[in-house]
T-cell receptor, first 114, second 111 residues
């Protein structure tokens, strides 16, 4: 297991609600990336945070937003939830090296939107 | 959209046999990584191969990379029941900050 933790483990929301997912990165890692994994699919990159700034974003609408805190932990916020937002949300942290090397994933948060 | 595509989508083998899965991708890369996922949980990094490398080994794993064909393969030798999982390839392009994953290969190892 990696040192990346995520909370909560599972979450059930209804359409239109808002949700906040949390991630604590592995010690010494200053970069956090978030991925969405729909059932039967591979993870899709949402965005990345480096030193509290958004460092890149995938093809996701603005209702997906995030934060990174001084201790490098991170939050993913999703507003106006839609049924298609039901997925496993994965957080991954990586150490301060150049380029994208190995990423250390947390166990994920399973979000169900009804 | 997914950068990589794994083949086959699913694989069922007997314990002790070898498992081979392939990954094809579309654009030039800096490196290619393989990850394992058990039952919809977090991904575990298996191996990273850089664009200037052709083959890499880690325990029972062997990865090859052919940049001219934009393809990679993962071989698991002497498979065990514990190898039952989904395997994903992920590519990192030059000067990029993200991993692009394929849809994965589901491997079932029968005892």
């Amino acid at each position: 297991e990696t040192g990346v933790t995520q909370s909560p483990t599972h979450l059930i929301k209804t359409r239109g609600q808002q949700v906040t997912l949390r991630c604590s990165s592995q010690s010494g890692h200053n970069t956090v990336s978030w991925y969405q994994q729909a059932l039967g699919q591979g993870p899709q990159f949402i965005f990345q945070y480096y030193r509290e700034e958004e460092n890149g974003r995938g093809n996701f609408p603005p209702r997906f937003s995030g934060l990174q805190f001084p201790n490098y932990s991170s939050e993913l916020n999703v507003n106006a939830l839609e049924l298609d937002d039901s997925a496993l949300y994965l957080c991954a942290s990586s150490p301060p090296t150049s380029g994208v090397g190995e990423q250390f994933f947390g166990p994920g948060t399973r979000l169900t939107v009804l | 959209s997914q950068q990589g595509e794994e083949d086959p989508q699913a694989l069922s083998i007997q314990e002790g046999e070898n498992a081979t899965m392939n990954c094809s991708y579309k654009t030039s890369i800096n490196n290619l990584q393989w990850y394992r996922q058990n039952s919809g949980r977090g991904l575990v990094h298996l191996i990273l191969i850089r664009s200037n490398e052709r083959e890499k080994h880690s325990g029972r794993l062997r990865v090859t990379l052919d940049t001219s064909k934009k393809s990679s393969s993962l071989l698991i030798t002497a498979s065990r029941a514990a190898d039952t999982a989904s395997y994903f390839c992920a590519t990192c392009r030059s000067n990029d900050y993200k991993l692009s994953f394929g849809a994965g290969t589901t491997v079932t190892v029968r005892a």
